[in-house]
């Protein structure tokens, strides 16, 4: 592969969630960038050179800003973990979301990001998984787990919905993502549109039951195509190893490519959403020649 003229890069800053773009035109691959507090470095045009990542052993709350020892749930300090919506127990079961009690720790919050409507999916990314992620997140969410396609297969009136269709579907589909799988591009082509009718099938009746609790137009199947996802990868690792920025503060080695929130590099793989909120220094040589890869 030949390499065009890359800048230097030296930016310091606190790591927060990559953010992702789906290749434009379509088949084209993601287009990712590090955030570095303001800055944002490019990385697809990184692939093929080498990066170090030197954590400088201060982490910061995303939320308040104050010093903390440990980030909690990527990137918040103790006492914002335990008092934020977005913290809670209810984002990783939202079907034991508990707004419509009245004790949501950010009732503002709730209505805004849980009472809107979900998408109930499934993707490819280490294998078939059902997911659920807000209308307004599609295809974010897709990108971020690594999905080389995924589709739409319910249109659901809140988040704790969503979570009750989710509970019914993965006693038939996986919900989580195998991330070393994911990692070395390793997914078998699968019919996604097949699949959805079929696991539409075999949970209709818990899908009627919620309709005849919640209304008939609280969980809506939809007829979306699918979409697919190509990745900036040179190189798939063989055997994926990560690194840890608390063990090891600096890591470096050649960027091989980045799928989903992870960094592929010669020397190992990083997810660089574990890290939200670790103050770091990030560097890459300039490139002024090329070279075929």
């Not at 009627?208 to 969980?219: F, K, M, N, V």
Request: glycine share 8%.
């Amino acid at each position: 592969m030949t390499q065009t003229s890359v800048n230097p890069v030296d930016v310091s800053g606190r790591l927060r969630k990559m953010p992702a773009s789906a290749g434009n035109p379509v088949g084209s691959p993601v287009q990712y960038q590090l955030r570095l507090g303001d800055d944002h470095v490019a990385l697809n045009e990184l692939i093929g050179q080498p990066i170090s990542i030197e954590f400088d052993g201060v982490i910061r709350c995303i939320n308040c800003d104050r010093v903390t020892k440990k980030s909690f749930s990527q990137g918040f300090c103790f006492p914002c973990m335990r008092k934020l919506a977005a913290c809670d127990s209810c984002i990783m079961s939202p079907e034991k979301c508990h707004f419509h009690l009245g004790t949501c720790r950010e009732p503002e919050w709730g209505q805004a990001n849980c009472m809107v409507e979900h998408v109930v999916y499934l993707a490819n990314s280490s294998g078939l998984k059902v997911g659920i992620t807000r209308g307004t997140q599609v295809p974010t969410r897709w990108i971020d787990q690594g999905a080389v396609d995924a589709i739409p297969m319910l249109r659901v009136a809140t988040r704790q919905l969503s979570g009750f269709v989710e509970v019914a579907c993965k006693a038939h589909v996986a919900d989580r993502t195998n991330w070393r799988t994911m990692l070395k591009g390793e997914t078998t082509e699968l019919n996604l549109a097949e699949e959805r009718d079929k696991l539409l099938a075999l949970v209709a009746e818990e899908l009627d039951a919620l309709r005849a609790e919640h209304g008939a137009d609280s969980i809506r199947a939809v007829q979306e195509p699918s979409r697919d996802f190509s990745y900036p990868v040179e190189v798939w690792p063989q055997k994926v190893t990560s690194h840890n920025l608390d063990k090891t503060p600096r890591v470096s080695g050649v960027l091989q490519g980045v799928k989903g929130q992870y960094l592929i590099l010669d020397t190992g793989v990083i997810n660089i959403r574990k890290y939200t909120g670790y103050q770091v220094r990030f560097c890459a040589p300039a490139n002024t020649g090329d070279s075929n890869a």
